[in-house]
């Protein structure tokens, strides 16, 4: 059984700094592409970022510059690092896994969902 366990979410305020992790198992994580999702309020979830099996980073460009994808294969963990938070960065942030396959900026592509985060960026 597959399980992805976000945290680090919380209330911070603008321009400081959170880093999410999301710890998998039940899947093969070094050969699984990790995503990054996020959904505000009354909106559609989007892409953040996400990281490849075989090393490439991908970004929102809304997000570009700001947070930083990484992962740990030992730990089974992939992390989100957030800078320079802005309010309109508020949202759940979900993480997902996409196994065996590269990157992919669709949600679709990703069976795998964890219960996700919230993180509110106060003005």
Not at 44 to 60: H, I, K, L, P, Q
Request: hydrophobic fraction near 30%; include cysteine.
């Amino acid at each position: 059984q597959v399980q992805l366990v976000e945290s680090g979410g919380r209330l911070v305020q603008a321009g400081g700094s959170l880093r999410l992790s999301c710890a998998a198992s039940g899947v093969v994580f070094r050969v699984s592409t990790m995503g990054w999702f996020r959904q505000a309020p009354e909106k559609e979830r989007e892409f953040v970022a996400d990281s490849s099996w075989n090393g490439g980073t991908y970004y929102a460009d809304s997000v570009s510059g700001r947070l930083t994808i990484s992962r740990d294969d030992a730990k089974s963990t992939v992390y989100l690092q957030m800078n320079s938070l802005k309010p309109e960065d508020t949202a759940v942030y979900y993480c997902a896994a996409r196994p065996g396959r590269g990157h992919s900026q669709t949600q679709n592509d990703y069976p795998y969902w964890g219960q996700g985060t919230q993180v509110t960026v106060s003005s």
